[in-house]
């Protein structure tokens, strides 16, 4: 049966609307459920897709056999609309299913990794289309280059963001793979680092041609079939890595980039931040063994112009400056706090934070007060609950309790905007996979407002 209806019930999430986004482009009747309006509902809405937000089973396509429902694991088990699909015939498949399907007879080209994965990918996708190759992309951010998570092309190449949440990246079979890194994370779905690790060496193990881990990740010859090659920010034992490196006083990098068919001169990262150099090896690792032209690779470095939400600069000026980052794990949190000391030497940090999951804040609340500690001033907010329900005795305090931050406090969302108000700010960053980012808009505004009196 050919299907005429895509539903799709979680529609606003990142890769579901990107999914959404691309049944739309080839001709579908898409339509879906959310919980809550978003920019990225609105804008789905502004291109004929129709999104409603209450659980109500009558907007739900009523022939069953010409409509695939797809469904994020997010959403709860119990949900009115989606018990109701699964009672009444339809055909109803998580998200991760579908973009294991749409890969499929294509070249997939995937990047995995509890950290890096989404602005490595996003940079991915604009090294192939802007050196006029061409790929569709599902990606796991609003790439700033082209407004949007989705890009097409009649170039039989897909670019995907594998997700290790819910094993979601057990779907691809990808012909070339990065591996940005494998730390615990997930702990609900996986219990431990060891589960963490058998999943992405399963994921390696479906890599039908070349994996590219970065260096000292344990992925060996063992698990997977495919040829390996490391990576590396600049270990010259890594088949991919960087010399010359040297940054400018805005945090730009400058690097060669060494790799097993030569070095390639003058490359210029187009965000600031050293990891974005060590995201342009692997990013560049792909697209070489893909076989794109070196000087295309380099000018696409260059002109990347980021991920909203991945160390995104809002405000920067000598009198004050403002990034926000979509980091919610520590090591994330740890790696932007370090860029922000390398770009803004000698000024004052503060970082506000919003926990994101009760399970996540009880696994790694020692690691969060670890990298948090690093701040200058620490502004902790109430945990996003998410998909999850709260668990007795995880609280924000059990984070604060443990940062040793020369300056605390711990307040409700509600409270922020006040409080900064009266906060004499010079460089600030916001944390979290929530909802701080309604918080983006009057945050600027307000620092702009003030820098102009």
């Known amino acids: 049966m050919e299907y005429r209806n895509i539903y799709f019930i ?8 990107a999914i959404a986004r691309y049944y739309n482009f080839k001709g579908y009747k898409v339509s879906g459920y959310d919980k809550t309006p978003s920019e990225l509902t609105h804008r789905l809405e502004e291109e004929g897709i129709a999104v409603h937000y209450e659980d109500n089973i009558s907007f739900i396509p009523e022939d069953a056999e010409s409509t695939l429902v ?12 989606l018990s ?38 996003t940079l991915l996708a604009h090294i192939f289309t802007s050196s006029g190759e061409g790929c569709s992309a599902f990606l796991g951010g609003i790439s700033k280059n082209y407004d949007t998570n989705l890009l097409t092309s009649h170039t039989p190449v897909i670019v995907a963001e594998a997700d290790e949440f819910d094993r979601s990246f057990l779907q691809l079979h990808p012909e070339i793979a990065v591996i940005t890194a494998m730390d615990a994370d997930h702990l609900d779905i996986y219990s431990d680092l060891d589960h963490i ?28 079939s495919a040829k390996i090659l490391r990576y590396s ?5 890594a088949d991919f890595y960087a010399s010359g490196i040297t940054c400018d006083r805005c945090g730009y990098f400058s690097f060669d980039l060494n790799w097993p068919g030569g070095k390639l001169t003058g490359c210029r990262t187009g965000i600031p931040g050293w990891i974005n150099v060590e995201n ?15 000087e295309k ?19 920067n000026t000598p009198e004050c400056s403002y990034i926000d980052d979509y980091a919610h794990h520590p090591a994330e949190i740890a790696t932007a706090i370090s860029s922000m000391r390398d770009i803004f030497p000698g000024r004052k940090l503060t970082a506000v934070f919003q926990p994101h999951l009760y399970t996540r804040t009880r696994d790694f609340a020692e690691e969060f007060a670890e990298a948090l500690s690093n701040v200058d001033k620490l502004i902790l907010l109430d945990i996003y609950p998410a998909r999850e329900e709260p668990i007795p005795g995880v609280t924000s305090e059990i984070i604060f309790d443990k940062v040793t931050a020369p300056q605390k406090v711990l307040i409700k969302k509600e409270e922020l905007m006040q ?15 929530g909802n701080i980012d309604r918080f983006i808009e009057p945050v600027t505004e307000m620092l702009n407002k003030r820098i102009k009196q």
Do not use: W
């Open 84 to 121: 109701f699909v699964r009672r009444n015939g339809y055909k109803v498949v998580k998200r991760s299913r579908v973009l294991g399907e749409i890969s499929q007879g294509q070249h997939c080209l995937a990047v995995a990794g509890t950290h890096g994965k989404t602005t490595t990918s």
């Open 197 to 224: 690790h058998q999943a992405f060496k399963e994921f390696a193990s479906q890599v039908t041609g070349t994996v590219i881990t970065r260096a000292g990740l344990d992925i060996t010859s063992a698990d997977t």
């Open 419 to 433: 409080y900064l108000e009266d906060e004499d700010i010079d460089t600030l960053i916001t944390f979290g996979a």
């Open 70 to 81: 797809i469904y994020t694991p997010a959403i709860p088990e119990d949900m009115g609309e």
């Open 233 to 237: 920010y600049d270990s010259p034992e």
């Open 10 to 17: 979680g529609i606003g999430g990142i890769g579901m609307s």
């Open 280 to 294: 342009s090896i692997a990013a560049a690792a792909i697209a070489l063994c893909y076989g794109l032209p070196p």
């Open 297 to 315: 690779i380099r000018e696409a470095l260059a002109s990347f112009s980021g991920v909203k939400r991945r160390f995104d600069i809002h405000v």
